[in-house]
């Protein structure tokens, strides 16, 4: 099982939909990330959150909405997006901010905006 | 320029081959060195983390960094079909933010 599980695995939805990412981790960390993932560009750190606390956000649209209610759980709410945000959005958890160890990845919620 | 610069391939090789899988960044302050592999559908798993320069082993793999140089590597020894997918190298910068690479796919051919 992995530590880092993001639900669901696939969305479609419209550009005037709401819906929301899911991601919970089971590695006891501080630490979690949202990543946007397109093709044939690096990985895109969106938000940064430290125990349920925002930390950063990365000139990300208003349209993502990140929600952290506890240091398990991280939601992405996303609504009205545009059909650039289709990609692969990925979570990740670190034990902390400022101890240099590596994040841990979800498998990610394939996202895909008609 | 880009902080981290990966030639994103597509290479392809023969069952067997040593592959060489490589990365430049331009920031001298980078200390620690992530390599994550990705397959298709999945989300990128740590594969090797190293700390400053010089080598580290671990079965078939071997990261190796040149700081003076801002270069690193990463060597597949005896690849195998399963070693298929995107490699990614990812500098860490303060605490435990990463900064990523394009990501070379790899494909080992039977």
Redesign the interface.
């Known amino acids: 099982e992995t530590g880092?599980t993001?639900t669901p695995r696939h969305l479609v939805m419209g550009m005037t939909n709401k819906k929301s990412l899911k991601c919970e981790q089971h590695l006891g960390h501080n630490?979690m990330y949202w990543y946007k993932q397109s093709a044939?560009?690096?990985?895109e750190?969106m938000f940064?959150y430290s125990l349920e606390e925002r930390v950063e956000n990365n000139s990300v649209p208003s349209r993502f909405s990140p929600e952290c209610p506890n240091s398990s759980h991280l939601f992405l709410h996303l609504h009205t997006l545009q059909p650039e945000d289709s990609a692969l959005y990925?979570c990740?958890s670190?034990?902390?901010?400022?101890?240099?160890?590596?994040?841990?990845?979800?498998?990610?919620t394939?996202l895909s905006i008609l | 320029q880009?902080e981290?610069e990966q030639d994103?391939g597509p290479l392809s090789v023969p069952e067997g081959a040593i592959v060489s899988l490589n990365c430049t960044y331009s920031n001298s302050a980078f200390?620690?060195f992530?390599w994550?592999r990705q397959y298709s559908?999945?989300?990128?798993?740590?594969l090797m983390?190293t700390y400053s320069s010089g080598n580290k082993e671990d079965g078939r793999f071997t990261a190796q960094v040149d700081k003076s140089s801002k270069y690193i590597s990463l060597f597949i020894r005896d690849s195998q079909p399963s070693d298929s997918a995107t490699y990614?190298c990812a500098p860490?910068t303060s605490?435990?933010?990463?900064?990523?690479?394009?990501?070379t796919q790899l494909t080992v051919n039977p």
């Open positions: 880092v993001q630490a044939k560009k690096p990985l750190l940064v990925l990740a670190s034990q902390d901010l400022n101890s240099n160890q590596p994040q841990h990845f979800g498998d990610g394939r | 880009k981290v994103p200390q620690y992530m994550y559908r999945k989300g990128p798993e740590l983390y990614l860490l605490g435990s933010r990463l900064t990523f690479g394009e990501g």
